[in-house]
């Protein structure tokens, strides 16, 4: 009698079974990692956004002569500069929509932040001290 090599059904199945379970798993895993590194970009892309803002408004105080808008001990939505510059006469700080922009004299509002950020509130509060610009 002769014996014939080759795989049953249920070695077959079970390899079938076993190797999908890999290939499940793994693929499992990258998805995952790939879900984790989109979060990690998004979260990157929103600090830089943010540290970008907060420097163009704290160089545009520094440049100001004084803070017109908010009042002293005040807050407000849009922030305005006074400054002896002609051009950049008042320099106006607010959100324009989903974007915060920033609007130097008569010169065309320049966004601050880009279309990937939403900005959904803004807030400005002066506290500044009685008797300094």
């Known amino acids: 009698m002769k014996q014939t090599s080759g795989y049953t059904l249920i070695e077959l199945l079970l390899y079938i079974t076993v190797v999908g ?7 499992t895993f990258f998805v995952f990692t790939s879900s984790v590194r989109i979060k990690n970009q998004s979260i990157m892309e929103v600090d830089q956004q943010g540290l970008f803002i907060v420097d163009a408004i704290t160089q545009a105080i520094r440049n100001a002569d004084s803070v017109t808008s908010p009042t002293l001990a005040g807050s407000g939505t849009s922030l305005t500069l ?16 989903t974007a915060i922009q920033i609007k130097e004299g008569s010169a065309a509002a320049l966004p601050l932040s880009n279309s990937r950020v939403s900005i959904s509130n803004f807030s400005v509060k002066n506290l500044g001290r009685s008797g300094t610009p």
């Open 82 to 97: 006074a400054s002896t510059t002609a051009a950049l006469n008042p320099t106006i700080i607010n959100l324009s929509g």
């Open 21 to 27: 379970l890999l290939l499940g798993g793994l693929v």
